[in-house]
């Protein structure tokens, strides 16, 4: 199997952009700094926001297609339930971003957060662009930010499992909170 000069790891050819390193790979991990009995309350709570907000471009697309005003009363609902959730999981992540050197020290860390903080502004901006007439924003601009939200929410969960994964942040491990 090949694999990138800079690195150890089993996986072949990762893009330059994933930064691996075969110590964390193989380390017991670093926990999280919010954790209830050592379960880590990030990786629990971000399913919200990105079930509704996710869900916010599936109703935006039905009433695009059916022009019926439940599915624009339903976005509204959505993005304002994900854009509330996504503040309380945004306060768990912001503080292990801060109290883990670790998640500081790689490119996916700060892709995870800025992608995220992005997605939630934006969802904000979609969330006021309906007040008042929940239907009128949604074809083009309300569903073109939706798809937008969903789609770096995509990008930016991906850099979250590297975090999780690859670097091994927010697991059960005897390492400290300063790796």
Known sequence: MET??????????????????????RDAGITSSVAVAGHPLHPVL??????????AAGTDIGYWLT???????????LI????????????TGFLDFFKIKRVRDRSAGWLHMGGNVAALVLSLINLVLRQGNPAEPIVY??????????????????????LSFRHKIGVIGPTSHNS
């Not at 022009?67 to 609902?77: M, T």
């Open 4 to 25: 990138n000069q800079r690195n150890s790891t089993p996986y072949p050819n990762l893009p330059p952009i994933l930064e691996s390193d075969d110590r964390e790979y």
């Open 46 to 55: 971000i399913v919200f926001p990105v079930a509704f907000l996710v869900g």
């Open 67 to 77: 022009s019926d005003p439940f599915w624009a009363r339903a976005s509204v609902w």
């Open 80 to 91: 304002g339930a994900g854009f509330g959730a996504g503040i309380l999981a945004g306060i």
């Open 141 to 162: 601009t309300g569903l073109a930010i939706s798809v937008v939200v969903a789609t770096l929410l995509g990008i930016t969960g991906w850099f979250g499992g590297e």
